[in-house]
């Protein structure tokens, strides 16, 4: 018997070695087990400074969390609830109220005006010929109860004044030598009903101190295409208590302030009249209108139009027809809205005020303001400079409408170029590849082009005479600086200023910058004068202040499309001053 005991033995070392063994592996398995993220998550009250513990061991409990828009099995969303009318509306007056997150902001609702109510806790501290100190909640009667005093009333009784209402209470028992100080530590969280024309309506916790606009945000805030921002309603017991005007809010910060209590309602009503807005304003939005003889001029104050506006156009419907009308600004403050009628603020006088800019070599100011109509010689006329550092000869003017049209043609044969180069055809696979080939480079070249911005140039000075022309918005005069340079560039070995040599012609010049690079234009030089002017030619006789431009050549032999190549390598050299490799 006694060896098969001692077999037995050794049977259950061996099993409680290996049970010891899976318990130790299995608590390894729950140390490393993660909790996954979703509504509901584990939390270690450990790491906190208030964290109960037992024997040691942090005890564990669930956190709740927001869904962050998650929607649970069998729940819709509000925007498959709620459809539009699709009709094109700018948002209401006051979306964005709704827009922040300030409904996960809690506040404690411990205010001065906060009404006491039954569940709130209150701390009493007694001390002097009676030491007391106490945490008592109020009873659903309203009152609290301390020993040897008895209950107290407490109920609706302000924040502010509870430490006076016990204080009495107390001193009709202990009339001396004991002090007093009473402090309310929590409020009694309430239920408030979110109704009417809101995303999410229904039943809503908070404090009584929380604001209307932290329950309509919680209840996802006004629906945008059928509630009112202007008759928002708080109910209690079926009985209106009072009426909010979210506008108020949004143009003055007057919120109504108020205690809500379990039961009450907010009710957002159905929206009122509507005039949509756009055009030259501040608030381009959707403003409900209040009574039936509502004027422009309120909705001015609402829209904030800019200074410049001019004109106000009404789209709507009188006596079931189709109505518009175009208003001068002032008669528009006088006219009367209805529901659906569309603004649009609209800026429609043409500037008689030009806004003209000097560049160059002057004296005085920048800019001028002058009167529609103005020509050069008046404008020059009121510019100083110094003859002998102004070029005044060679003046000429940058305009805006010029540049665009010159951008306009540098895209036109661009678009030309390309349309040649994709569509011309091949007899074989070899001339495929080449097409392939050219209509890679011209893209590169395309884009290239593409990226030039034209200076707009217009000249107006030749041999000594400047044209007396029209001035336009926007015009920048120039006054060149006289100058004792040429500026050599483009396919030259090394782009560089010259001194001014009158015995010097261009191919001087262009030998001392290096001379030709291998993919220049020997034959056509380009000269841009002071003034403006374009100039070809290797016999041009150069001035100072000049600038020497050598193109670059386009070779026959492996591009096609040349002619157009070429066109545009001059049209951008005179547009912009610049040479496109």
């Known amino acids: 018997m006694y060896p098969f005991y001692s077999q037995l033995k050794s049977i259950t ?7 010891l063994f899976s318990a130790l592996s299995y ?29 040691g061991v942090p005890v564990e409990q669930y956190v709740p969390q927001p869904r962050t828009g998650l929607l649970l099995p069998g729940e819709a ?15 209401p007056y006051g979306a964005n109220l709704f827009a922040g997150g300030y409904e996960t902001e809690r506040f404690d609702g411990l205010n001065d005006d906060y009404l006491i109510a039954a569940g709130d806790k209150l701390s009493i501290w007694l001390w002097g010929a009676v030491n007391l100190a106490q945490v008592v909640t109020v009873d659903n009667q309203g009152n609290i109860f301390l020993p040897n005093i008895g209950p107290i009333q407490v109920a609706n009784v302000k924040a502010s004044q509870i430490n006076v209402v016990v204080t009495e209470k107390i001193r009709t028992v202990y009339k001396k030598s004991v002090n007093i100080y009473v402090n309310l530590l929590t409020a009694t969280p309430v239920s408030v009903y979110v109704s009417g024309a ?16 932290y329950y309509l945000k919680r209840a996802g805030g006004v629906d945008s295409e059928r509630g009112s921002y202007r008759n928002i309603k708080v109910l209690r017991k079926g ?100 529901d659906g009628d569309k603004l649009i603020f609209n800026d429609d006088l043409r500037a008689q ?69 994709f569509t ?17 480079m011209v893209l590169r070249f395309t884009e290239r082009a593409r990226k030039i911005e034209p200076l707009g140039k217009v000249v107006v000075s030749d041999n000594e005479l400047v044209a007396n022309i029209l001035l336009e918005q926007g015009d920048v005069v120039v006054i060149p600086p006289k100058s004792d340079l040429i500026q050599v560039g483009g396919e030259v070995i090394m782009p560089q200023a010259l001194v001014y040599n009158p015995d010097a012609s261009v191919k001087d010049y262009i030998a001392w910058a290096g001379g030709y ?31 020497l431009l050598i193109l670059p050549r386009v070779d026959a032999k492996t591009m096609q499309a040349v002619k157009d190549i070429t066109q545009i390598i001059y049209q951008i050299a005179v547009a912009a001053n610049v040479v496109l490799n």
């Open 13 to 19: 070392l061996i099993l409680t070695a290996g049970l």
């Open 27 to 55: 608590a390894d398995e729950l140390q490393s087990f993660e909790v996954p993220n979703n509504s509901l998550s584990l939390q270690s009250l450990a790491e906190g400074s208030n964290a109960p513990a037992t024997n």
């Open 77 to 91: 969303a509000a925007s498959d609830l709620l459809p539009t009318s699709g009709e094109s509306f700018p948002p």
């Open 198 to 213: 809101v995303v999410r309506p229904g039943q809503y916790a908070g404090v009584s101190a929380d604001s209307v606009l």
């Open 239 to 338: 009985q209106v208590i009072s009426t909010v005007d979210l506008y108020a809010f949004l143009r003055k910060g007057m919120l109504v302030g108020f205690n809500f209590k379990d039961g009450d309602v907010i009710l957002v009503e159905q929206q009122q009249p509507t005039v949509s807005v756009s055009g030259k304003v501040k608030n381009p939005f959707r403003f409900e209108i209040q009574g039936q003889n509502i004027t422009g001029a309120e909705i001015e104050s609402l829209a904030k139009p800019f200074a410049k506006v001019s004109h106000v156009g009404i789209v709507g419907t009188r006596r079931s027809q189709p109505f518009s009308i175009y208003l001068p600004f002032d008669k528009f403050k006088s006219f009367k809205l209805q």
């Open 353 to 421: 005020v030009l806004d003209v800019q000097i560049s160059g070599s002057y004296l005085g100011p920048s800019y001028y303001a002058l009167s529609k109509g103005t020509r050069l010689h008046t404008l020059l006329a009121h510019i100083g400079i110094e003859k002998d550092l102004a070029d005044y000869h060679s003046i000429y003017i940058l305009r805006k409408s010029v540049a665009e049209r010159q951008k306009d043609m540098i895209e036109q044969s661009l678009q030309r170029l390309e349309r040649s180069v």
């Open 424 to 440: 011309a055809p091949a007899s074989s696979d070899g001339e495929a590849t080449i097409r392939a080939r050219e209509a890679e």
């Open 517 to 547: 690079t291998e993919r220049a234009n020997y034959e056509r030089p380009l000269i841009v004068r002071a003034n403006g002017l374009i100039e070809f030619g290797s016999e041009a006789q150069l001035k100072p202040g000049d600038q």
